[in-house]
């Protein structure tokens, strides 16, 4: 769509509000569908080609419309974490259909609160291994020796989730490229239970923030697997990448993960705020965060998932819309040409900054980053 077409789909949609505002008398109050009705009206898997803006207007009255707020909002949420999750093709654990109802994504707020409901999630389930193992343990007996690993080079976000879960922070060494690598993991590991610590969760990094450096998975993942810790992996920035093929290796080792997460509001065209985590097993999450009151039953409990317990707050944004939109009027191949142009402009910046005497490149650029510095102050 370009400029033009933009504005023409802006005017359409304030139409279609003030439409919706004049007939609201005459719509129901509570939908009359039955769970998983979306899947059944719409692909399962996310366009290649981009749509007519027209298209996807009708699809608010066909798709979205009877289901309200709830249960479209859940609905939809599923089907395109799921057509997100084929893009970058991950593995069937992630999918919520391909997973037999145990896997699936969800839709946070920023890579820092997937970061940490991870987190959250993996010390619930420390302790009560540790107590189903030692019924005279108490909570605090446990948590006050759980440990949590990173890298050095990891977002600082890693090592403040470690401080609202309340557990040690362990930085792992990185190597010369800045790349935390499973030999590094399983020694500082070995250490923390020689001195009688818990360890329980380690965060890898694709696509660090300061140089865009990649954590080996390949090997962090058999130490995790060797030491019972749960996987989470990061990829907030550099994710979006993995949907073209070219740099879908980096996403080898996601098999040994529990969690992942990228950020679609940072380089894939979607507005902020939408950061997709993806689990192998939900009810690790819905077990820490899970609290049940009768002002909060409903009829519908067990047969589809309740996104309450899958992130911090109870409440939550229709967000998957705008998902659902961007993957549509792009399609596949357009978001890709936009990933791929972004990365050759940043290798033609890089060509230029080595042009240039005054100045020097200490690190391999990555993606769309691109690390320069004067040679003069070094």
Known sequence: MDSEQFKAAARDMVDY??????TIESRRVVPDLQPGYIKELIPDHAPEDAEPWSAVLGDLDRVIMPGKSSPACT????????????????????????SGGKGGGVIQGTASEATLVSMLAAKTRMVKRKKSENPDLTDIDIIGKLVAYCSENAHCSVERAGMIAGVKMRLVPSDDEFRMHGSSLDEAVKEDLAKGLIPFHVSATLGTTDCCSFDDLLSIGPVAQKHELYMHIDAAYAGAAFICPEYRHLLNGVEFA???????????????????????NSSEIVDAFNVDPIYLKHDQQGLVPDYR???????RRFRSLKLWFVLRLYGA?????????????AERFA?????????????KNHMGLVCFRLKELY
């Open 75 to 98: 609905e939809l949420e599923m089907v395109t974490l799921d057509w997100l999750g084929k893009l970058l093709e991950l593995p069937d654990e992630f999918l919520f259909s391909a």
């Open 258 to 280: 529990d969690s992942f997460n990228f950020n679609p509001h940072k380089w894939m065209l979607v507005t902020f705020d939408c950061s997709a985590l993806w689990l192998k």
């Open 333 to 345: 191949k357009q978001i890709r040409a936009h990933l791929r142009k972004q990365i050759a402009l």
């Open 17 to 22: 509000v003030a439409g919706y505002l004049d």
């Open 351 to 363: 060509q230029h900054v080595k042009s240039d005497a005054r100045f020097d490149i200490p690190v």
């Open 309 to 315: 317990h899958w992130q911090i707050p109870l409440g």
